[in-house]
């Protein structure tokens, strides 16, 4: 079991770590992953993930299966989140 690195801890907490507007363009203006609710890009780079013909985005793998499973909540998650109806 390895200790916690701080310095990764704080780096995720800061405020230079915020999406950019390049970062929010190109995950089509969602900010965060619609299962843990983490910023994307915080566990690495984000996951695009297909539902309903539409891309969203994951923060990790284990988000891709939870999405898979309830593809409709997680649509509407991020739907809600760009400020999109339906």
Do not use: F, W
Request: charged content about 20%.
């Amino acid at each position: 079991m390895t200790a916690p690195n701080p310095r990764a801890d704080s780096a995720s907490k800061s405020p230079s770590n915020a999406l950019s507007p390049l970062a929010q363009a190109r995950y089509g203006g969602q900010k965060t992953c619609p299962i843990s609710g983490e910023p994307l890009g915080s566990m690495g780079s984000a996951i695009p993930v297909t539902v309903q013909g539409q891309t969203i985005y994951v923060c990790c793998r284990g988000c891709v299966a939870k999405v898979q499973r309830d593809p409709d909540g997680s649509l509407h998650k991020v739907k809600t989140e760009r400020g999109e109806q339906g």
